[in-house]
């Protein structure tokens, strides 16, 4: 996986189709370049500070303590859920953090040491301005909580809602790094609520094009960013521009064989 967050995490759009051509045409970073990037990315802000990120659901399982590890060097990680964390994460490369198991999270288990019953319960302004996002969850609920009835998913729903918001409140993130589009549940509840904060939010999407990702602020407006981009990249656009990864894409989708992603 690979971030390139150096504009991403900003809220100005106007470079939206430099941002994409960008992500398109130019080949990955490595590991090795997350310093190097998220410290243009303060440089082009002008933010001198360190920033604090929530990793919401990161797997080891695809390199991401690799990936921690390197904005850890610079930034603060004050919390991350991910699976089995115990098992697969070396926890002493990360002693600040709080960690959460996934699986307890989608649960509504809390983290441990935090007790949600000190956080004020949410009022009844946010619950509405949440209304989309518990009509939402409540279909997502449909994985792992097939045999909830709905007064028992309203339950959970609400928890997540008063526990997550007491914990964006004290811990005040400048950043949540999701691996993708929030769909966990509790992850959701999350997002809605950093939007709802003014929290920066950042989500990779897979191209199924080798490694490459396309990172996102805002999972409802990506597509219209993106046909944004293609539309203005039309006048000059030729196959010649592409570096050889997306060029033998590129040739194979125009191909007569199968194209189906594997």
């Given amino acids: 996986l690979y971030l390139r967050v150096e504009r991403l995490l900003s809220r100005d759009h106007q470079q939206i189709y430099f941002k994409i051509k960008n992500l398109i045409f130019q080949r990955s970073v490595s590991f090795v370049d997350f310093e190097r990037i998220f410290g243009l990315w303060f440089v082009t802000n002008k933010i001198n500070a360190p920033m604090k990120l929530f990793l919401l659901n990161w797997w080891e399982k695809f ?11 610079k930034h603060r990680i004050l919390y991350w859920t ?17 960690f959460h198991e ?23 302004s946010l619950i509405k301005a949440l209304y989309e996002t ?73 191209t199924w094009i080798g490694d490459r990702m396309i990172l996102v602020d805002d999972y409802k407006t990506r597509i219209s960013k993106v046909t944004t981009a293609l539309q203005n990249a039309k006048m000059n656009a030729s196959s010649r521009i592409l570096s050889p990864d997306i060029s033998a894409e ?9 194209t189906t992603p594997v």
């Fill in 102 to 124: 996934h699986m307890d999270a989608v649960e509504g288990k809390t983290a441990e040491g935090i007790l949600y019953e000190s956080f004020p319960p949410p009022d009844e």
């Fill in 250 to 258: 590129y040739e194979l989708q125009i191909s007569n064989k199968d």
């Fill in 134 to 206: 518990e009509s939402v969850v409540m279909n997502m609920m449909n994985k792992h909580f097939e045999e909830m009835k709905l007064s028992e998913r309203k339950h959970l729903y609400y928890h997540y809602v008063w526990y997550w918001n007491g914990v964006l409140q004290k811990y005040k993130p400048d950043a949540i790094i999701f691996p993708n589009v929030p769909h966990s549940n509790y992850d959701y509840v999350v997002y809605a609520l950093a939007k709802q904060m003014g929290i920066k939010t950042l989500m990779m999407d897979p």
């Fill in 82 to 98: 991910c699976p089995d964390f115990s098992k697969t994460i070396n926890q002493s490369l990360f002693q600040s953090t709080i």
């Fill in 63 to 73: 390199g991401m303590q690799e990936a921690a590890l390197a904005l850890s060097k």
